[in-house]
């Protein structure tokens, strides 16, 4: 275990990463103890003033104090991103353990289907999908996201079920009389354990990006603040045209901020887990 | 090969099939009648005008309701065939594919030249990045380029539109030439219009360059490793020399596979830079329809893309074996 850990100590990358999305956490969670977060709602402040002491990140054209807005929608974006990728790797990971673990018919299924619903455009399904339901809200959009981050999750995990069966331990397992089930709880999943972290990155990552296209094409949650919908209002009311800086940039530079840590984290993985398969080998 | 081109092809009916059977299959699958529901959200968006029992009626019609699903489902075949897809309902009477061949050539226009640029520069600094010769200048470069390629495109765009739009007005903020003139057949739209496509180009070119540039750079180092760059070496070949002729070129090809795998994610960040910048395609009016609830214009556009891409997709697959030998090998 502690060799593990220093592993991931020398991965800067992965600890750059995880530190950035950390913060975000935190302000997340903090934020609204030291925040006033009902100025977030429409009309509790004056219209379109610019920063000042009283209103640090200033007010939008709806009244709502940007700061509150920013500490109240950080949590409900990192929400959809988690519970997204949760139901992405879940969904993705039990589909590609299937398909590498049978092989066969519903390999070839499972594959196909994943392949297929790739190459149909995200955002052309979601859109439709969103269009056609009536109050959207932050669960039911991390459920729709998450429709859509199960194949990569699929694919990595299918890829490394079917290589890791090939291994002599896993034969020694069946030839003890390991069948079934206890095979892949006790000696596949442990040892797939660190892809399955890899790819619920990717499926947040996945997912996170469809939630903010979503939400600036405005088909967010109307009702609720998230990042993405703070952009589609700002976008909206002209906020970049009207040069409302204070208005567009927390959401702008937030959503970037996610996006980089993500990125960090899931390239400093790669290198983990590469270092590791070279070790292997 | 034949099988090779077989399976292509079959995969992308596959995806077409899947597309249009969505579309038709999600409006009548949510709780409540369609058109209800649909007109309700109309009216509450404000999009509405005119007689609202006629365009019920007419809706009714359309969409085949009283007619048992597997009949509506013909019907809706036969008009996807026809390439009739419909009235936009907040335009009354103009046609949604009219309203989508006039968005297409901006979208085209705008996607593809972006698309080109940053494929080509991408592809560049992720070889050089991976050579050992390369200076610290690229290396420098290469580390925002790359964290500018997590970013979605449109967040990117909403910066140069600050910047180069508002802050530092150098170029025009919105639309694909100036609303009140009218483009002709000369130098000066030409001009006009290449002025207007510069900052929705830029955000696309430096939001993907650095996805191209990961993974060429990939690329490269396996290449790097091969036994024909030792030989090459060792024959004495100078290093610029083995570098282009030997290890870009072999790395070149398997980069084009990734233009497929990244089509959809390219143009889902597309459409929403058109928003940003309000440039006129499919995008932009894709926004629009949204804004209005015009739900034919909505699925029109969205059948366009998914079809678009999946044949994209077909026709770079069908691309791969004859400038890759390794690939027409391996599916042997």
Redesign the interface.
Same mark, same amino acid.
């Given at each position: 275990m502690s060799a593990v850990l220093r592993q991931i100590g020398r991965e800067k990358l992965l600890l750059a990463g995880l530190l950035l999305l950390g913060c975000l956490a935190l302000v997340g969670l903090l934020g609204p103890l030291v925040t006033d977060t009902s100025l977030a709602e429409i009309g509790t402040t004056r219209a379109r003033l610019p920063p000042d002491a009283a209103h640090l990140l200033g007010t939008d054209t709806q009244g709502r104090d940007v700061l509150a807005a920013l500490v109240a929608a950080l949590p409900q974006t990192l929400k959809i991103g988690l519970l997204a990728g949760l139901l992405g790797l879940g969904v993705g990971g039990l589909l590609g353990l299937l398909a590498g673990y049978l092989r066969g018919l519903s390999d070839v299924v499972i594959r196909?289907t994943a392949?297929?619903v790739?190459?149909?455009?995200?955002?052309?399904?979601l859109?439709?999908?969103a269009?056609?339901?009536?109050t959207m809200t932050v669960g039911l959009m991390a459920v729709i996201v998450a429709g859509l981050a199960w194949m990569y999750p699929t694919r990595a995990i299918r890829a490394q079920t079917l290589s890791l069966r090939e291994l002599t331990y896993i034969d020694m397992a069946r030839l003890n009389g390991i069948g079934g089930l206890r095979l892949v709880m006790t000696e596949l999943l442990p040892n797939l354990a660190p892809y399955f972290a890899a790819s619920f990155v990717t499926a947040v990552s996945t997912a996170m990006?469809a939630t903010? =296209?979503l939400e600036?094409?405005? /088909?967010g949650p109307q009702n609720q603040l998230t990042l993405g919908m703070m952009?589609y209002w700002a976008?909206y009311y002209g906020a970049?045209?009207r =040069?409302m800086?204070w208005w567009? /940039?927390p959401p702008?530079a937030a959503?970037?901020l996610i996006?980089?840590g993500?990125?960090a984290v899931s390239a400093g993985m790669d290198r983990l887990l590469n270092a590791r398969t070279r070790q292997d080998g | 090969m034949a099988g090779y081109i077989l399976r292509r092809f079959a995969l992308m009916l596959l995806v077409v099939f899947l597309a249009i059977t969505i579309n038709f299959l999600l409006p009548r699958a949510m709780p409540g009648d369609p058109v209800e529901l649909q007109l309700e959200q109309l009216s509450a968006g404000g999009g509405q005008t005119g007689d609202i029992q006629a365009t019920a009626a007419a809706m009714r019609t359309r969409m085949g309701l009283d007619q048992p699903l597997w009949r509506q489902y013909l019907i809706y075949l036969g008009h996807v065939a026809r390439l009739d897809l419909g009235v936009s309902v907040a335009h009354y009477p103009e046609r949604v594919a009219d309203e989508i061949r006039a968005g297409l050539p901006w979208t085209i226009g705008l996607l593809g030249l972006a698309t080109l640029i940053s494929f080509g520069l991408g592809t560049l600094l992720g070889g050089l990045l991976a050579w050992p010769g390369s200076g610290r200048l690229t290396r420098m470069i290469g580390v925002p380029v790359i964290m500018l390629s997590a970013v979605p495109y449109f967040i990117l765009g909403i910066v140069l539109l600050a910047v180069f739009g508002i802050a530092w007005p150098i170029f025009p903020v919105a639309g694909a030439y100036p609303f009140s003139y009218f483009p002709q057949a000369d130098w000066r739209t030409v001009e006009l219009i290449a002025w207007h496509g510069m900052l929705p180009a830029l955000s696309i070119v430096l939001a993907s360059l650095g996805t191209w540039a990961i993974a060429m750079r990939g690329m490269v180092v396996g290449v790097l490793g091969e036994d024909y760059i030792t030989l090459a070496r060792a024959k004495g070949l100078g290093p610029r020399r083995v570098f282009f002729a030997y290890g870009l070129r072999n790395a070149l090809l398997p980069q084009v596979t990734q233009l497929a795998l990244t089509l959809s994610h390219v143009v889902s960040g597309a459409i929403l830079v058109e928003v940003i910048f309000a440039y006129p395609g499919i995008g932009y009016r894709l926004y629009q329809a949204i804004q209005a609830k015009d739900v034919f214009v909505i699925q029109g556009i969205v059948l366009l893309l998914s079809v678009s891409i999946a044949l994209a997709t077909f026709l770079l697959d069908l691309v791969y074996p004859l400038i890759d030998p390794r690939i027409r090998i391996a599916q042997e």
């Open positions: 196909t392949d297929v790739m190459t149909i455009p995200a955002i052309a399904v859109v439709l999908v269009t056609n339901v009536r990006l903010v =296209g600036a094409l405005g /088909l952009l976008q970049v045209l =040069g800086w567009w /940039l702008v959503i970037a996006f980089i993500l990125l | -």
